[in-house]
């Protein structure tokens, strides 16, 4: 099973800088990745998959990047409606497997 | 607009059993695979299985194999989750989800529906 580790836990940041989410692979997913966002109360939603590629619908200030094994979403300047959190899931390999997420809250 | 509704959760005493069902609309049935996933309370998520768009492949996590059985119904654009033997671990909000592409492979999810709750208590 390939154990996906995310960084920080919680990453405490002002409106309007930037936020670095990481997403660490315990082998190479090539790029097999997908970004989640969940918000209290509801389901999740796709907001990267690809490792870069953006879903419909998603604003431009969130953008995925890498291969391999190490992978960071960057939120370029966090709005209020950004702080919540965030997963991500490899899918290269089953059993499918999701990291353990990073909360986002405001500093 | 591409919707999945999730139903069939409750309280279960261990070792019972629960049907959930997720009900499509939307988009093709027949044409995507289904996953379906869990969050413990306060907890991150797991995966839980996958039933190929024709329903002929399936696969389970290891903590669910053997337990949990996912069919699908095309003509009713309804996917089940039969749980059999619960344990207290089980206990999540379960959640479906379309695969966003249809064909081999492409295994991430969208959209997810709104959940159900399974709660294992004596």
């Known amino acids: 099973e390939i154990v996906m580790t995310q960084s920080p836990v919680t990453l405490s940041v002002s409106p309007g800088e930037r936020g670095t989410l990481s997403c660490r692979a315990s082998?190479?997913?090539?790029?097999?990745l997908a970004w989640y966002q969940q918000k209290p109360g509801q389901a999740p939603r796709l907001l990267i998959y690809?490792?870069?590629t953006r879903a419909t619908g998603i604003p431009a200030r969130f953008s995925g990047s890498g291969s391999g094994t190490e992978f960071t979403l960057t939120i370029s300047s966090l709005q209020s409606e950004d702080f919540t959190v965030y997963y991500c899931q490899q899918y290269s390999n089953w059993p499918l497997t999701f990291g353990g997420g990073t909360k986002v809250e405001i500093k | 607009e591409v919707q999945l509704v999730e139903s069939g959760g409750g309280v279960v005493q261990p070792g019972g059993s629960l049907r959930l069902s997720c009900a499509a609309s939307?988009?093709?049935?027949?044409?995507?695979?289904i996953h379906w996933a869990r969050q413990a309370p306060g907890k991150g998520l797991e995966w839980v299985s996958v039933?190929?768009?024709?329903?002929?492949?399936?696969m389970y996590a290891d903590s669910v194999k053997g337990r949990f059985t996912v069919s699908r119904d095309n003509p009713k654009n309804t996917v089940y989750l039969q749980m059999n033997g619960l344990r207290v671990e089980d206990t999540a909000i379960y959640y479906c989800a379309k695969k966003m592409l249809a064909g081999v492979g492409n295994h991430w999810f969208d959209p997810w529906g709104q959940g159900t709750l399974v709660t294992v208590s004596s």
């Open positions: 039933i190929s768009a024709n329903g002929a492949t399936t």
């Open positions: 690809g490792a870069s």
């Open positions: 082998q190479s997913v090539s790029g097999n």
């Open positions: 939307g988009f093709t049935f027949s044409t995507y695979g």
